[in-house]
């Protein structure tokens, strides 16, 4: 029992001095913090185009949250994304979403629906990447989305996907 305490002692420890070293440094993440994007085959998932407002909490934490469009309904969601090289203008990220999505009636034989009615899909989904954030603000990400979803019909499925961001911060 002692030995897990003074592991949580020292990662804590660790945790906060690597915290004040970054704040120390001022990056485009930090002096730019509040940003959108436009997102193709982004988040939420499984939007096809998608707009996503975003905040740099700390350099290496960033929170999401946008609404997409896709053929048979619409998605809304948040997320949050961990940046793994903050002080570096190109990073390696990862995130986790969820989202909500609402499927039209457009695709009532595929998924089962009644005529008329709506349904709502509820994923999550992770993704990984590649984030760049230049000192003027423009930011550009890409890399690929893992999808778990569980439709209307019941089918539990995991897809893959490559996206594409594109945005500002100011």
Known sequence: MKLRQGIVFLFILFCAFSETEQAAADTARTARPFGFYVGAASEPWPSILSI?????????LRITAGTGTMFFGSSQGAGIKYIAMPEKPVSLIAGIN???????????????LQPGADEIMWNTNVNFGIDWQAQNGFNLGAGLTWMNYQDPADTIGTTVFPYLNIGWFY
Do not use: K, P, W
């Not at 969820?98 to 089962?112: E, Q, Y």
């Open 98 to 112: 969820v989202a909500r999505t609402r499927i039209s009636d457009f695709l009532s034989g595929g998924f089962g």
């Open 52 to 60: 996503n407002l975003a905040y740099n909490v700390l350099d290496q």
